[in-house]
């Protein structure tokens, strides 16, 4: 297979985050790897990238969760699979912030608050504005500083930030992160 797939890396996978996940896919016209909801990740990133190269077209979204284990988990040794592997081209990463016991974090290009605002700082969990400028802390983020990807956008925590974002509502800041990626990547459909 000569062509890449196009895929937007996400670094949550509760039934929160798979269901926007999904809207956010439909709305767009991509796929959604849906055997990679879980928390935490159970698949390898060897069958997660199996899935991703039957899927039927692109955008391709990935979940990866590490169920907030400290260092690198089960979530994360799957996500740098997937993201270095030679078939995929990684078109960006929704870092989702997360309470974590001891901190891991992960630098971010812009973060989207949960009234839909960009911000040069962080967000947590509920989608407010940190006080870390260019910074999350998630627990599924710990390897993301190392992967060469086009834009990493930090979101609170997906589906919910006090219901802005769910899917009643049209999950409008999961979708605003993922035209942001798009945008940055200059992906415009299947071909391009």
């Not at 899917?167 to 945008?183: R, S």
Request: charge should be negative.
């Amino acid at each position: 297979m000569t062509n890449k797939r196009r895929v937007i890396l996400v670094t949550d996978g509760d039934e929160y985050a798979a269901r926007t996940i999904e809207y956010v896919a439909s709305e767009i016209g991509g796929r959604t790897i849906s055997q990679t909801q879980g928390n935490p990740t159970t698949l390898s990133g060897s069958q997660i990238v199996q899935f991703i190269l039957q899927a039927n077209n692109d955008p391709v979204f990935v979940m990866f969760d590490d169920c907030g284990l400290l260092g690198e988990g089960a979530g994360e040794v799957a996500l740098k699979y997937v993201a270095e592997h030679p078939n995929i081209e990684v078109l960006g990463i929704i870092a989702v912030a997360s309470k974590t016991h001891q901190t891991e974090w992960t630098r971010v290009d812009v973060s989207i608050d949960r009234f839909g605002e960009l911000t040069e700082y962080g967000v947590d969990k509920s989608g407010l504005k940190d006080l870390e400028l260019g910074r999350i802390s998630g627990d599924t983020v710990y390897c993301l500083d190392q992967l060469n990807v086009p834009i990493i956008v930090g979101i609170g925590d997906i589906g919910k930030m006090a219901r802005k974002d769910s899917v009643k509502n049209g999950c409008p800041i999961t979708l605003k992160a993922v035209e942001i990626i798009l945008e940055r990547s200059g992906y415009r459909g299947n071909g391009h």
